[in-house]
């Protein structure tokens, strides 16, 4: 079988980037502490992906196998990309709509509340209206995002928030995924555009970090953690059944 240069690339590269997020597993640890508080006084954990693909991380925490039930989806249709790739872009950065977007889940209603936010970037309007809020209404701010395009990007760039502010500096908690700047990596010969995105295996190898860390701290808190089983295995909607009881008051797309 012939080398194959690109595909070699593209592995070492993601396992890299994945290595990089493992080091900082004490920041990971830190935030799973908060998490594991929150959930433990069944309350529910809010995750949001101000942004197109970054909805992947939150799918990717929400109603499956090795999930937490606990958790309250931010599915919001605004930023979905089945509703348009460019419109998604629009409403991302508008100023104002996150805040809304949170009135409209309910989120923030009573203080000491946790939402997590999951955007690569971490620059549009979305993010940073989302943590600015989240901070006013007492809650508490897990960032899943990186600095490489923060601290590279023009303050008056387009994509930007109008104040200019970046996600990973206004949250409680900076869990940095690494994101290579320009996000594709793998160039092509004969091609000058880059291939290889990598920001969805950014973000959703911490955030399973985050929680499979949350799901720790409460073993040891003498708590069961609230996580779902593949309902494809024999007994599991039965399993899931008494999880799915408790919190379908509080999550908004569980069923």
């Known amino acids: 079988m012939p080398e194959n240069k690109e595909l070699s690339f593209y592995l070492d590269t993601i396992i890299e980037i ?11 640890q830190a935030a799973a ?8 006084r069944d309350d529910v954990v809010h995750v ?5 693909h970054s909805n992947m991380a939150v799918e990717e925490v929400f109603w499956r196998a090795g999930g937490f039930a606990a958790v309250n989806a931010i599915l919001d249709p605004g930023t979905n990309l089945i ?8 409403v991302e950065r508008t100023p104002g709509y996150g805040i809304k977007v949170l009135d409209a889940y309910r989120v923030g209603l009573k203080p000491g509340e946790l939402i997590i936010i999951a955007n690569a970037y971490g620059v549009n309007s979305m993010c940073i209206d989302l943590v600015l809020e989240a901070r006013k209404r007492g809650m508490t701010t897990i960032a899943v995002t990186s600095r490489s395009y923060a601290d590279k990007l023009a303050g008056d760039h387009p994509s930007r928030h109008p104040s200019g502010k970046n996600l990973y500096q206004e949250a409680d908690f900076f869990l940095n995924n690494h994101l290579p700047y320009g996000d594709a990596i793998v160039a092509v010969e004969g091609s000058d555009r880059k291939m290889g995105p990598t920001s969805t295996f950014c973000n959703v190898f911490t955030i399973n970090l985050l929680m499979i860390e949350t799901a720790k701290v409460l073993v040891a808190m003498g708590v069961e953690p609230p996580v779902l089983v593949s309902g494809n295995l024999p007994g599991g909607d039965e399993a899931n059944k008494r999880l799915i009881d408790k919190y379908i008051p509080k999550v908004k797309h569980l069923m």
């Open 48 to 52: 949001v992906g101000p942004g197109g």
């Open 33 to 40: 502490q908060t998490v594991a508080e929150v959930i433990a």
């Open 83 to 90: 509703h348009g790739g460019a419109r998604s872009m629009v």
């Open 18 to 28: 994945m290595n990089n997020i493992a080091a900082e597993i004490e920041t990971i």
